[in-house]
């Protein structure tokens, strides 16, 4: 079975900060990957996926993500936060084909205004 | 688009007593998942339906849990009875089908044992 490594599990910065927030998973074939956020008090939201093709992909709000498969890594990048980024960001992987999401245990970001 | 809809938002029971859960998917939605959460801990599967079929249950706890979904639509997730370490938040999501799709996530039944 996959699983999903995510470090600092609390983040705190200031605005106009750069965030990056690591992904690690562990499975031998082709998966997807996702990242999904919950700002205070809503429900989880896909902030944006990787399926194939090109490995840096763009999400919402100014987000991005690299996957690099020798590092089975999918780390999550915005070069300056706002306080409403103020949310837990959850990294998930899934075999391809297959809908069986693996989550990490999030990252709890704070942006201090 | 409406999203997946759950009830209750909040529960609080005590140990031993049974409680339930509703879901209702986002329209034309067929594949249905309930999730755990656990105080600082990411979503983890339980149960994942194809319209009435259980496709994957491996990680519910049988000898207390229960799901179904008799119509393909809507589906209800059963603790009886509950134990101290079931508090938790239940999740509901849907997609599209099983494969490459990204899953849609209720906002969650917050369920607090005493």
């Known amino acids: 079975a996959q699983s999903v490594s995510q470090h600092n599990h609390h983040v705190i910065l200031s605005e106009a900060a750069s965030l990056e927030l690591g992904c690690n998973y562990s499975y031998g074939g082709t998966v997807n990957l996702f990242w999904y956020v919950q700002y205070p008090g809503q429900h989880l939201q896909l902030l944006l996926k990787?399926?194939?093709?090109?490995?840096l992909v763009k999400g919402i709000k100014g987000f991005e993500a690299e996957f690099i498969k020798s590092k089975f890594s999918f780390n999550l990048r915005k070069p300056s936060v706002q306080w409403s980024d103020t949310a837990e960001y959850f990294c998930?992987?899934?075999?391809?084909?297959?809908?069986?999401?693996?989550f990490g245990k999030g990252n709890q970001v704070v942006v201090i205004p | 688009e409406a999203g997946v809809a759950q009830s209750p938002r909040y529960k609080i029971i005590e140990k031993r007593q049974s409680v339930a859960f509703w879901c209702n998917p986002i329209s034309g939605h067929a594949t249905l998942y309930w999730y755990q959460q656990i105080l600082g801990q990411g979503p983890k599967l339980l149960i994942q339906f194809q319209n009435n079929g259980v496709v994957d249950d491996s990680q519910l706890p049988k000898d207390r849990f229960s799901a179904e979904r008799l119509k393909g639509v809507d589906s209800t997730l059963k603790i009886q009875p509950a134990k101290l370490e079931d508090s938790a938040v239940y999740l509901c999501a849907s997609s599209l089908d099983r494969g490459n799709q990204p899953q849609h996530f209720g906002d969650g039944t917050r369920l607090s044992i005493l």
């Open positions: 998930a992987v899934n075999p391809y084909g297959n809908n069986r999401l693996a």
């Open positions: 990787y399926f194939s093709g090109d490995p």
